[in-house]
């Protein structure tokens, strides 16, 4: 990281920076080619999200909330109360979901199938700006809708407060990875099927 930081000051290191960089040094186990790959990653995908004006993760989220919205309005209404209670869809869109998965191996499934969707832009010129995000935006609304019961169950803000900030593993080991991820392809195919 701090090779990194030396020679992309902008955006230079910013906090989650490193949940991107261990799963791929992990599946190298080689600091030079985690390096490399790390630095592909951030060019090609996500240094706009780090970057101090927050323009991009931002566009991000309004993206989600319109889509979101669109596909599961009675869910979005349980869960939005005020702008700013929306900051639990910036750490996922910023961690490409990384933090919501309780077993490893589910989350480098999830990271793999991600990052493979960023590199395959939709053909459409509009949709182009959007497609980095789309896939990770379909994870995030598959993963509401798979605690659809949980969280339309919550009686007030502070128990939807309490669901989408603890950081109990427990609370993420009933989710199928395999359901949120195929829930997710679809909506990402119908989206694209949609936009021709």
């Given at each position: 990281?701090m090779t990194?930081?030396?020679?992309?000051?902008s955006p230079?290191?910013?906090?989650?920076?490193?949940?991107?960089?261990?799963?791929?040094?992990?599946?190298l186990?080689?600091?030079?080619?985690?390096?490399?790959?790390?630095?592909?990653?951030?060019?090609?995908?996500?240094?706009s999200?780090?970057?101090?004006d927050?323009t991009?993760?931002?566009?991000?989220?309004?993206?989600?909330?319109?889509i979101?919205?669109?596909?599961?309005?009675?869910?979005?209404?349980?869960?939005?109360?005020?702008?700013?209670?929306?900051?639990?869809?910036?750490r996922?869109?910023l961690?490409?979901?990384?933090?919501?998965?309780?077993?490893?191996?589910?989350?480098?499934?999830?990271?793999?199938?991600?990052?493979i969707?960023?590199?395959?832009?939709?053909?459409?010129?509009q949709a182009?700006?959007?497609?980095?995000?789309?896939?990770?935006?379909?994870?995030?609304?598959?993963?509401?809708?798979?605690?659809r019961?949980i969280?339309?169950?919550?009686?007030?803000?502070?128990?939807?407060?309490?669901?989408?900030?603890?950081?109990s593993?427990?609370s993420?080991?009933?989710?199928?990875?395999?359901?949120?991820?195929?829930?997710?392809?679809?909506?990402?195919s119908?989206?694209?099927?949609?936009?021709?």
């Open positions: 990281m990194y930081s030396v020679y992309h000051p230079g290191y910013s906090q989650g920076m490193t949940d991107m960089l261990t799963p791929i040094f992990y599946v186990m080689n600091e030079c080619l985690s390096y490399f790959a790390f630095c592909s990653l951030m060019t090609r995908y996500m240094s999200l780090f970057d101090r927050q991009e993760i931002y566009r991000r989220i309004r993206l989600f909330t319109s979101f919205r669109s596909i599961d309005n009675e869910l979005w209404n349980k869960i939005h109360f005020h702008e700013e209670d929306n900051f639990y869809i910036y996922w869109l961690l490409d979901c990384k933090r919501e998965f309780s077993q490893f191996d589910h989350v480098l499934r999830v990271l793999e199938l991600v990052w969707h960023t590199m395959s832009p939709l053909a459409d010129s182009k700006s959007n497609a980095r995000s789309l896939f990770t935006i379909f994870v995030c609304i598959s993963i509401l809708q798979e605690d019961r969280i339309l169950s919550c009686s007030n803000e502070e128990d939807l407060h309490k669901y989408f900030f603890s950081s593993s427990s993420r080991s009933h989710r199928s990875t395999k359901r949120i991820l195929q829930r997710a392809q679809l909506y990402y119908n989206y694209k099927a949609s936009q021709k």
